[in-house]
């Protein structure tokens, strides 16, 4: 299907179709066929993920089309681990970590310009380990210091991997604070201290604030040093050993050569 309104159509008709399968199977329609229709449904989300990779391969700069197909190799994941005596928590969690996979894959594509990956990948892998664990810790307290300290580790990585990313270190820190103060008891005697965590938002504008007057100056400068500077036009006749040029309303004498199209003739001397 070369048209692209026909791969449109095709891939509307295969989503459509396998939401109308899902929907079957959710409502117990197709319980009695369970083991069956759900690997043929894994099969089927195989082959399509399969496609996309294809489709990647061939044209690279879609680099969008590996977020579907590992999405779509979670959910043939799922479908599988359906069948097996697997907790429901770690079902979700799953999906999740298709989607974490599909975004670090955007990122190792191209580190430089796709470091933005790092931060919905890591969130959706936190979220996946949070929602799978909490199948073996029930504290809620515990499960949001996975979270918000998860959280915060993403930032501080990104800043790791690409120190021109440093304002990752300030959602990171509160992030990080956060998760201090949930995870601290009431009454110890580090929760008084806890609660001047706002004052590392100070000191982080203060360090923004000079961070950026030091660069304004040494910036404009060096903008100022990659222009070019203007070079003076030569004038016409001033130049050195340039014959110069007649003016329009030169003086009698100046012309030194004939006229355009003028032919001299050499009269005899009448003596000879």
Same mark, same amino acid.
């Given at each position: 299907?070369?048209?692209?309104?026909?791969?449109?159509?095709? $891939?509307? /008709?295969?989503?459509?179709?396998?939401?109308?399968?899902?929907?079957?199977?959710?409502?117990?329609?197709?319980?009695? +066929?369970?083991?069956?229709? %759900? +690997?043929?449904?894994?099969? &089927?989300?195989?082959?399509?993920?399969?496609?996309?990779?294809?489709?990647?391969?061939?044209?690279? &700069?879609?680099?969008?089309?590996?977020?579907?197909? $590992?999405?779509?190799?979670?959910?043939?994941?799922?479908?599988?681990?359906?069948?097996?005596?697997?907790? %429901?928590?770690?079902?979700?969690?799953?999906?999740?970590?298709?989607?974490?996979?599909?975004?670090?894959?955007? +990122?190792?594509?191209?580190?430089? #310009?796709? $470091?933005?990956a790092l931060i919905p990948g890591g969130f959706l892998l936190v979220l996946g380990l949070v929602i799978?664990? #909490?199948? $073996?810790?029930?504290?809620? @307290?515990?499960?949001?210091?996975?979270?918000?300290?998860?959280?915060?580790?993403?930032?501080?990585?990104?800043?790791?991997?690409?120190?021109? %990313?440093?304002?990752? /270190?300030?959602?990171?820190?509160?992030?990080?604070?956060? &998760?201090?103060?949930?995870?601290?008891?009431?009454? #110890?005697?580090?929760?008084?201290?806890?609660?001047?965590?706002?004052?590392?938002?100070?000191?982080?504008?203060?360090?923004?604030?000079?961070?950026?007057?030091?660069?304004?100056?040494?910036?404009?400068? *060096?903008? @100022?040093?990659?222009?070019?500077?203007?070079? &003076?036009?030569?004038?016409?006749?001033?130049?050195?050993?340039?014959?110069?040029?007649?003016?329009?309303?030169?003086?009698?004498?100046?012309?030194?050569?004939?006229?355009?199209?003028?032919?001299? *003739?050499?009269?005899?001397?009448?003596?000879?």
């Amino acid at each position: 299907m070369s048209d692209p309104r026909l791969r449109s159509v095709g $891939w509307g /008709v295969l989503l459509m179709g396998s939401g109308v399968l899902l929907l079957l199977f959710e409502f117990g329609l197709l319980a009695p +066929y369970s083991p069956l229709v %759900q +690997y043929i449904l894994a099969g &089927a989300f195989v082959l399509a993920a399969i496609i996309f990779f294809g489709t990647f391969a061939r044209t690279p &700069a879609d680099w969008w089309r590996v977020i579907p197909g $590992w999405t779509l190799l979670g959910l043939a994941a799922v479908l599988v681990m359906s069948t097996l005596a697997v907790d %429901q928590r770690w079902l979700g969690a799953t999906v999740f970590f298709g989607l974490a996979l599909a975004f670090t894959h955007v +990122y190792l594509l191209d580190r430089g #310009s796709r $470091w933005w990956a790092l931060i919905p990948g890591g969130f959706l892998l936190v979220l996946g380990l949070v929602i799978g664990v #909490s199948a $073996w810790i029930p504290s809620i @307290n515990m499960l949001a210091l996975l979270l918000f300290g998860g959280l915060g580790a993403v930032f501080f990585l990104l800043f790791l991997l690409h120190r021109r %990313q440093w304002w990752a /270190v300030i959602p990171g820190g509160v992030l990080i604070v956060f &998760a201090a103060l949930i995870a601290a008891p009431e009454g #110890s005697e580090t929760s008084p201290l806890l609660r001047w965590w706002p004052l590392l938002l100070v000191l982080a504008g203060i360090v923004v604030a000079i961070r950026g007057g030091r660069r304004t100056r040494p910036e404009r400068m *060096e903008v @100022n040093a990659a222009r070019p500077a203007k070079r &003076a036009q030569p004038q016409p006749g001033k130049a050195s050993g340039a014959a110069p040029l007649p003016s329009a309303r030169g003086a009698l004498g100046e012309y030194t050569q004939p006229a355009p199209g003028a032919t001299i *003739e050499v009269l005899p001397d009448p003596d000879d």
